[in-house]
């Protein structure tokens, strides 16, 4: 099992949905996308790499009220909106101006070239899950939604993520599951345990804020083995 730990500083979760970036066909958004326009190369002040592997690039976005970065694009990709208020658009022959609502989920296709501006009186503090293609490993087995439905809720899904929301309480351990390969940003400090069949128990600690990757498993559950609740956002990779 792969971990990788990198601190996001989350505020919180709800479960309201925003609007996305503005987008084209699938077909359209990829071309556009593997022609040029990464965020992190053409602004760096407001992009940061948390993770990167075969599967994902996570993203730390921080634009301060007044600040906008260059022309990019991204592939398909997940964000959470940490903080913020109001944020601009700019397209190429326009601009859209959209609220920000702290704690929401938006999935999205390949999305065109556009720049961001913080039009809002707070700082713009996003953290975006990009897909690197559709190769991730699939899995078989119970789905922890439907086995421990009262811990993992479910906030918005598509066909490149699926997106849960977590709570267990101390002493809590959720039932055996399959897991898809998953990024997950803890919503508070915690510690808990990991179990799989045949593999020796494997502390966890999750620190308030970080990002942490997890390959997928045919069977695992997660215990609670501290004081506090573990609280966490789960991005699964479905394809």
């Known amino acids: ?24 066909a699938s077909a359209q958004g990829a071309r556009v996308s593997a022609g040029g326009g990464d965020p992190v190369r053409v602004s760096p002040d407001h992009y940061r790499v948390l993770i990167e592997n075969d599967y994902v690039r996570v993203l730390d976005i921080r634009h301060q009220p ?12 997940a964000y959470f909106v940490l903080s913020g208020d109001k944020m601009r658009f700019h397209l ?12 929401s989920v938006t999935l999205q296709d390949p999305i065109v070239m556009h720049a961001v501006e913080n039009i809002g009186e707070t700082p713009l503090h996003l953290i975006m899950v990009e897909r690197k293609g559709d190769n991730v490993a699939r899995v078989d087995g119970e789905d922890v939604v439907d086995v421990s439905g009262s811990m993992y809720q479910q906030v918005d899904e598509n066909r490149d993520f699926r997106v849960l ?12 599951h399959a897991r898809p390969a998953s990024v997950l940003i803890a919503l508070g400090p915690s510690s808990g345990t990991w179990h799989q069949p045949g593999q ?32 966490f956002i789960q991005f699964e990779l479905l394809r």
Not at 165 to 176: A, F, I
């Open 1 to 24: 099992m792969q971990f990788r730990f990198l601190p996001a500083f989350v505020l919180g979760l709800c479960v309201a949905v925003t609007g996305g970036l503005p987008s084209e």
């Open 200 to 231: 020796d128990p494997m502390p966890q600690v999750f620190r308030p804020g970080s990002a942490l990757y997890v390959d997928a498993a045919e069977e695992i559950s997660l215990e609670n083995t501290g004081e506090r609740p573990i609280r």
């Open 92 to 103: 190429e022959r326009s601009q859209r101006d959209g609220d920000v609502v702290v704690g």
């Open 66 to 77: 007044g600040e906008s970065d260059e022309m990019h694009n991204h592939p398909k990709s």
């Open 165 to 176: 929301n977590v709570t267990l309480e101390p002493g809590q351990r959720d039932e055996p």
